[in-house]
């Protein structure tokens, strides 16, 4: 009698998925990544960068404004050791450097917008003509 008898388990087939792409998470990248893909993933980071730059620019300003207005509309200017006097003028400074602040962050996020494009232009550019012939 032959004793060559084994045992053999298949997984299923969504197992097998689920195996596939956890091996492809630390495999390293055997495929270049398609040009309309790279092409797509250029084009968002310009405009993500952009938008968190001027997201943070913003709440910043946000927070400066509302420390002024605390300063002015509550007790904290007693709390910090100002005179009424002294924490109605320094809340009033605060704010209106926050409103400014606030002001300028859709300025900032255009010009972080146009420096970037102006970086990534030739990549893009070339790209484009590739995938338009």
Known sequence: MDNNDTFKYTYSSREQEEIKSIREKYSPRE?????????????AGVTQKATAFAIVFGVVGALVMGSGMSLVMTELG???GLGGGAAMIVGIAAGLAGIVIVSLAYPVYC???KKEREKLAPEIIRLTDELMK
């Open 78 to 80: 007693k709390a910090l």
């Open 111 to 113: 010009r972080i917008l």
């Open 31 to 43: 495929r270049e990544e398609d040009k309309m893909t790279r092409l797509r993933r250029l084009d």
